[in-house]
């Protein structure tokens, strides 16, 4: 009796575990979507970064450090030009708060400003604060597959869901077999176009393969572009809990 | 001529009774248009006026496509010299500098997105009537006070009083980051509800100061109080900032095309109206020229019949028409006018409206405009659609027989 118990039991583990492997070697595009995030975010990193926002008769860059820890944790404070040295973002969650040393006040960014350019770029808010609406408020679809660099690229068709809070009518989203995201299309309602997320300039950084540059292009604003430029980033580093709270917003301790 | 000129007044006056009361429903009408066009062309002006008083002005200067995307780089530079140049070449005092920005407004416990005005404190009273709209506090003191006024929709929302902090943040000209932190020393109620609910105003020197602005500012505002001036106005503007080719001159109804439209729909809803008052007063005199012919089928038969054509009766009895229409009309209109006029020198007060207007800052009497347009329009639609609606009566005295027509009793 014993006996069979056992053999019972093994069967179910290994029934588990079968189905519990790939069986195919296409993966869904569920599982591709939120392997990109995942590898994007990684458990928690460190970047210097530069942004610069570009329009046709004038330009501006602005350096900073970005720490991130999970997928719902950030923190970005800028470093140069002087002017706007000191200034801070905090995201948790959905939530999102600002800091400006010139004022010495912590404001929350309210629901209603989620579309307006993050620190005037062409980066919303939401694009900043809610990269995991992608995994949990989105349907997703491969479309097609394509190669980038001698890579698989997929292809990926992402609908919100009907009741989702999302502003898109859909996003494609392009992401390679080693989980780098490619790009990223923005459509609205209407299915026409708004905005293009595209990506250049895949570099190894700590041992790891790293989009450094992305660039936000507004369709009906060819002229008018910002672009994001990584350049160094650590991975997996260890970031005390602190780093991510309004007092440490307010007031860095080295 | 002078024959049938005399032989038509005879006519018309063999009954007497009956001419009188034509006369009476034409120049009713028209008595009735004149008054109304008048008063309804009186009540756009007073819209537009209002309108143009409370902030807008009646001309602007900005940068070229500045209005359809309003860009905080898309900005005129050394605002307030241009400003003060403009005043003494146009001779017009009523010239205020502003520039606008954008940014996130925090209260102690709230935080919105509003509109941020910079202005010049000194003129600003001279091109809105925001500044005599205080309800609270006192309006911006002088041109570089650290201190803000803000709409009472905004100040309820944001839970905040006279002498309370606001955080502002924002994105400056210059891209950097713009952050300040202002008392609010007063509180006004406009009326309208966008500029209570998304305005806040600070002094110009102040607002170029916190958005990096370096002298520049983004609209030029110019106020006259006569409204009709305004293609004039916008012409001599055009050419005096002729200099700086990146500059416009925007007129109150490119700025507001909003009220332009609701005005042309409303104008036109009222000429509804009208053309109802017109038709039945056209079909009344229809019936009295119809009867008139008629009855004198005998006598036209025989004028016929002694070699009268048919032509210059038709002639007569159109004379006929004009004489009693011109008559009328004429009457019609002096009634109309001098209604129109008392009102002009009086003011309509509608009972209840004294209140609210004086609450807005804004005159509590309707006058008519007495205009060309509002006198003319009227009587001109009456004139020619009676004198229409005696042709067909006229027409038909071509169908008659001499002898038949002799026979009708």
Redesign the interface.
């Given at each position: 009796m014993e006996k069979y118990k056992t053999c019972f039991i093994s069967c179910i583990l290994w029934i588990l575990l079968w189905h519990s492997l790939p069986v195919n070697s296409e993966p869904s595009a569920k599982d591709i979507i939120q392997a990109a995030i995942d590898y994007y975010r990684d458990e928690s990193s460190f970047s210097v970064a530069e942004m610069t926002?570009h329009?046709p008769?004038?330009e501006?860059t602005m350096k900073m450090q970005v720490w991130t820890q999970g997928i719902d944790k950030s923190l970005v404070r800028?470093i140069a030009?002087k002017?706007?040295k000191g200034?801070g973002n905090l995201v948790i969650g959905d939530d999102m708060w600002?800091f400006?040393p010139?004022?010495n006040?912590v404001?929350?960014?309210?629901a209603?400003?989620a579309h307006?350019?993050w620190?005037?770029s062409d980066f919303s808010n939401n694009d900043v604060a809610k990269a995991d609406d992608l995994i949990e408020k989105f349907t997703h679809r491969i479309l097609d597959t394509q190669h980038h660099d001698n890579k698989i690229l997929y292809i990926i068709e992402s609908i919100p869901h009907e009741d989702a809070p999302v502003v898109w009518g859909k996003e494609i989203v392009k992401v390679r077999e080693d989980f780098l995201m490619i790009a990223q299309e923005f459509y609205d309602q209407d299915n026409q176009l708004v905005k293009t997320l595209s990506t250049s300039d895949i570099k190894m950084m700590s041992g790891k393969l790293t989009v450094a540059t992305q660039r936000m292009q507004k369709v009906d604003k060819p002229n008018e572009w910002t672009e994001f430029h990584i350049l160094e980033a650590d991975y997996g580093v260890q970031i005390p809990d602190r780093y991510f709270t309004l007092s440490h917003l307010r007031n860095p301790r080295r | 001529m002078n024959t049938t000129f005399r032989f038509a007044w005879r006519n018309i006056w063999r009954h007497p009774r009956r001419t009188i009361l034509t006369m009476i429903a034409i120049g009713f009408g028209c008595a009735l248009l004149v008054f109304s066009i008048g008063f309804q062309l009186g009540q756009y002006d007073l819209m537009i006026a209002n309108s143009v008083k409370i902030f807008e002005g009646l001309i602007q200067v900005q940068k070229k496509g500045y209005f359809e995307d309003s860009k905080m780089?898309s900005s005129i530079p050394d605002i307030q010299t241009l400003t003060e140049r403009l005043r003494k070449q146009t001779g017009i005092m009523d010239i205020s500098p502003r520039a606008n920005g954008f940014a996130?407004v925090?209260s102690e416990t709230r935080?919105?997105?509003t509109m941020i005005i910079g202005v010049d404190p000194k003129y600003e009273d001279k091109v809105s009537i925001i500044p005599g709209l205080v309800k609270e506090g006192r309006y911006l003191a002088q041109e570089d006070a650290n201190e803000v006024v803000i709409g009472k929709s905004l100040a309820k929302n944001m839970k905040l009083s006279i002498g309370d902090e606001i955080?502002l943040?924002g994105?400056g000209r210059?891209?950097?980051?713009a952050?300040?932190?202002l008392p609010v020393v007063g509180i006004f109620e406009s009326g309208s509800k966008d500029l209570d609910r998304n305005i806040i105003e600070m002094p110009l020197a102040t607002f170029q100061d916190t958005f990096s602005m370096e002298g520049h500012g983004h609209s030029i505002v110019i106020y006259h109080k006569d409204a009709k001036l305004v293609n004039e106005l916008q012409k001599t503007v055009l050419q005096l900032v002729e200099d700086q080719e990146t500059l416009t001159a925007l007129r109150w109804d490119q700025l507001q095309p909003g009220l332009k439209e609701a005005i042309e729909l409303d104008y036109s809803s009222g000429w509804f109206t009208y053309i109802v008052l017109v038709v039945i007063i056209v079909f009344s005199i229809m019936n009295t020229f119809l009867m008139s012919v008629m009855e004198r089928t005998r006598e036209f038969g025989i004028m016929l019949a002694l070699g009268y054509k048919a032509l210059n009766i038709g002639k007569l009895v159109m004379l006929e028409a004009c004489l009693l229409t011109i008559v009328a009309v004429f009457i019609g209109t002096l009634l109309g006018v001098a209604i129109n006029y008392y009102f002009y020198v009086h003011g309509l007060t509608l009972s209840g409206m004294e209140e609210i207007a004086q609450m807005y800052n804004m005159p509590s009497t309707i006058t008519p405009q007495i205009s060309f347009e509002s006198i003319v329009i009227g009587p001109l639609i009456i004139f020619f659609s009676t004198i229409l609606s005696a042709l067909y009566p006229a027409l038909r005295i071509r169908l008659l027989q001499p002898i038949e027509a002799m026979r009708r009793v």
């Open positions: 926002i329009r008769d004038w501006r800028i030009p002017k706007d200034n600002s400006t010139k004022i006040r404001i929350k960014i309210p209603s400003m307006q350019g620190m005037g | 780089r996130l925090s935080t919105y997105g955080t943040m994105n210059d891209g950097s980051i952050a300040t932190i």
